[in-house]
């Protein structure tokens, strides 16, 4: 899948999202900790886009991190994740954006759990929460 292979003008952006999807979709903004929408989630079901609605992350590798944000150690695809290298606010972090539309998600750090040792340190305002497992 190709990068921003689901494209829309800015204009169509701000009237698709809300203020808030927008602000963390579009312009890389991060939503606080422990006051979003899904930090302590536990349902099962699909963590979607919110921009384009891919399907990204699964409830069954979400795990409670402490950081107040929704947390994943492994992603659904990782083919369907763009990473890229966030030299912002004086830290060198790596950027996850959708791979499809370009949207900003969060970022990835490398303190998770096994098996990957890895996190997705995710904004609940980039997801959409489909109930039901994969495939119902
Ligand atoms: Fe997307």
Request: hydrophobic fraction near 30%; glycine fraction near 10%; proline fraction near 4%.
């Amino acid at each position: 899948m190709s990068m921003k292979e689901f494209h829309l003008t800015e204009e169509e952006w701000r009237k698709k999202l809300t203020p808030q999807q927008y602000r963390v979709l579009r312009e890389q903004g991060t939503e606080p900790a422990f006051q979003n929408e899904y930090w302590n989630k536990h349902e099962d079901g699909t963590y979607c886009c919110a921009g384009c609605g891919a399907e990204l992350f699964r409830s069954a590798e979400k795990y409670d991190s402490g950081s107040g944000w929704p947390s994943f150690w492994e992603a659904i695809d990782r083919s369907k994740l763009a990473l890229l290298e966030d030299r912002s606010h004086g830290m060198v972090r790596v950027e996850v954006r959708c791979a499809r539309c370009g949207g900003h998600l969060g970022h990835l750090f490398d303190d998770g759990p096994n098996p990957t040792g890895e996190r997705f340190c995710m904004n609940s305002a980039s997801l959409e929460f489909q109930t039901g497992k994969e495939g119902e």
